[in-house]
């Protein structure tokens, strides 16, 4: 049989207040309702899901009818460039990669015109 025996004294310790992380803005808005921009909704998922991982998205910006994604693969096939800027279409089923050394790179590529 259990017992529970209660304190005499009430304790000291603060209360522990859990802080909220703030909320952040979205980087990129999809019209879900689109075919193609809710495939490529989909297929980001598929790509960061922890049971087949293909690689872990490290920004997203939107570029007219391309999702600019920097990425870092999960295996990268040359260890010298684990990242990627991947063109996700949001108008057909279509991806396209470039792979890069540094995010740096990735950054400078992404400020051209």
């Keep these: 049989m259990c017992c529970h025996i209660k304190s005499a004294s009430v304790s000291r310790r603060r209360q522990v207040k859990l802080r909220k992380a703030p909320t952040l803005p979205p980087l990129v808005m999809l019209d879900l309702s689109k075919p193609g ?9 598929r790509t960061i899901d922890p049971k087949d991982r293909m690689w872990t998205i ?18 990268p096939e040359r260890k010298t460039k684990p990242f990627a800027l991947a063109e996700v279409s949001l108008t057909e089923a279509a991806v396209r990669w470039r792979d890069f050394a540094s995010v740096a790179e990735i950054r400078q590529e992404m400020l051209r015109p």
């Design 37 to 45: 921009e809710r495939e490529a909704h989909e297929f980001l998922l």
């Design 58 to 75: 490290l920004d997203v910006r939107r570029n007219g009818d391309v999702l600019l994604c920097v990425v870092r693969w999960a295996h």
